[in-house]
């Protein structure tokens, strides 16, 4: 495999993940979790952690001051 190659290879792979992390930006581990997600295993292993996982919440839980 020549570097070209690999460096056509890794660009590719960044670039899917970046998507993936856009995608996941309104899921519970937002952007930078997919994102981190896709280059540790692949972007299609990222894309099936977005899609099995719940929205972030809309109200987030509030403590309560004693």
Not at 19 to 31: I, S
Not at 35 to 54: E, H
């Amino acid at each position: 495999m020549t570097p070209l190659a690999i460096i056509a290879i890794t660009a590719v792979n960044i670039l899917l993940s970046i998507v993936v992390g856009y995608a996941g930006r309104k899921r519970k581990f937002g952007f930078w979790g997919y994102f981190f997600a896709s280059i540790a295993f692949t972007p299609l292993l990222g894309i099936l952690f977005v899609l099995a996982s719940d929205a972030r919440s809309e109200h987030p839980i509030k403590s309560n001051p004693s």
